[in-house]
């Protein structure tokens, strides 16, 4: 079993900062690309930022040069910073990984989810 855990949504005015945070723990060998994903009331889930165990990390065009996605191979966490927030980034943040477990199967897990809220 793999478990992934968000935290560090909230409310906050426009401008404002939040930094999200997910961990993921249980039968992992290893974690291959993580993303953040969103979803906002009658809008499909779609991708916010993506970043590979190696290599180029991807945002979405209206989030370019307002988040910073990272991770934390070692503690099996990525993060993401959000600066400049706008009322149109409200929405339910989901964090997801592709993860081999110790058994050598790949499998795609998602966090519950936490919600940010930013107001005009």
């Known amino acids: 079993q793999v478990q992934l855990v968000e935290s560090g949504g909230g409310l906050v005015q426009a401008g404002g900062s939040l930094r999200l945070s997910c961990t993921a723990s249980?039968?992992?060998?290893?974690?291959?690309?993580m993303g953040w994903y969103r979803q906002s009331p009658g809008k499909q889930r779609e991708l916010v930022a993506a970043i590979p165990s190696g290599g180029t990390t991807n945002y979405a065009d209206s989030v370019k040069g307002r988040f910073t996605i990272s991770r934390d191979n070692a503690k099996n966490t990525m993060y993401l910073q959000m600066d400049s927030l706008k009322p149109e980034d409200t929405a339910v943040y989901y964090c997801n990984a592709h993860i081999r477990s110790r058994y050598g199967r790949w499998y795609d897990y998602w966090g519950q989810g936490t919600q940010v809220t930013v107001s005009s």
């Open positions: 249980g039968n992992i060998f290893s974690i291959d690309t």
